[in-house]
C-alpha cells in the first residue's frame, strides 16, 4: 500500500500506562547519597501510553486509550488533557484502591534523563481494561503496547488483537520480562538498548551488536524487530528487510519520550500504509523531534512538524544500508 492509501484517520487504541511526571532539571545526576541543585521544575502528563496516545492523536490518528487513573486530582487533570488532545478515554477508569502513576525524572544539561516510577493504578488494570481494550479494537488498525500495565493483560490484549487481524506495536518499555508468548505476538517490536539487552542478553553498543540482537528477537518470533539507538538511530529487521536509519540532527534538550514518539510514529505510518522503510523514518523524525522540546506529552511532535522534517526543512537523511 502506498503512503496515504488508507484514506480515513488511521484508528489505534493504546493500552498502557497514565503518570503524572515531576520534573526537575539538573546540571548533572548526583551520586548515591549526594544532594544536586536543581535549575528548575515543572509537572506534566506522562506515563508511556499516554505518551504515545497524545503522539499518535498529533499525528493525525483517531486514538483510545485504555487503562486507569487512580481516582485522585492528578487522574483528573490528566484524563482532561488527554480528551482536550481529541483522545478518547472512556476506556480508561478511575481506580478508587490506587492512587495515579507517578514518575520522578530528572533531566542533566545534555538532556539524558532517570527516572523512578511509581506503577500506582496503572498496575492495576485487570480483566476490565483487558475487556475495554478488546471493544475499543473492533475496527482498528494497530494496538499499541507498553511494559507499565501488567504484561499478562498486554499479552492476551496483543492475542485478540492478531485475532481480528489488528497490528500489534508493542514497546517494551521500561526493560522488565517479557512472557515468551509475548514476542510471537508482537508485529513490531521496539525496545531501546537496555531493553533489547534486557529481551535478549545481547548488550547493544553498535551496529553490529543492534543486528545480533534484532536477530535474537526474530528467532524468538517478533515480526519485526525495531531497535532505537538514541544518537545512532534505529537498527530494525522485518522478513528480507533490514535497515540502519540514522538520526536527525537536531538539538536535544530532554530526551524523555523520544521512545514514545517514535512507537507512534511508527503505528501511525504503518496504520496509513507506509512501507516498512517509510515507517521507521517518520518514526525516526517523530522521536527526533521529541527530543527538541522539554517534558513527556507536551513534546509530542505534530503531525505537520515530522513531515516538515522529513521533507528537508528539518534535517532529514536517508536509509544508510538494505539488506539484499
Ligand atoms: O517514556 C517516558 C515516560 O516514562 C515518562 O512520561 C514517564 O511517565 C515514564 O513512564
Redesign the pocket.
Known sequence: MAPGENADRPKIVVLG?I?M?VVANVQRMPEAGETVHGDSFFMTG???GA?QAVAAARLGAEVRMVGRVGDDDFGRTLLDALRSEGVDVNGVEPDPSNGT?V?V?MVDASGQNC?A?VYGANRASDETQLDAAKRAMHGSDALMLQM?TPPEVSLEAARHARSIGVRVIWDP??AAEMPSDGFTAADFLTPNETEAEALTGIRVTDEESAREAAEALIAKGVGAAVITLGERGVYAIAKNERYLVPPFEVDVVDS??A??AFAAGLAVAISEGFSFEDALKFGAASGGLAVTKPG??DAMPLREEVEAMLSGEGCGAPILSRAE
Open positions: 500506562g503518570n511526571d506522562g506515563g508511556k505518551n502513576g514518575a525524572i527516572i516510577e507499565e518499555a521500561p524523555v519520550a521512545g514514545d513527556a506529552r
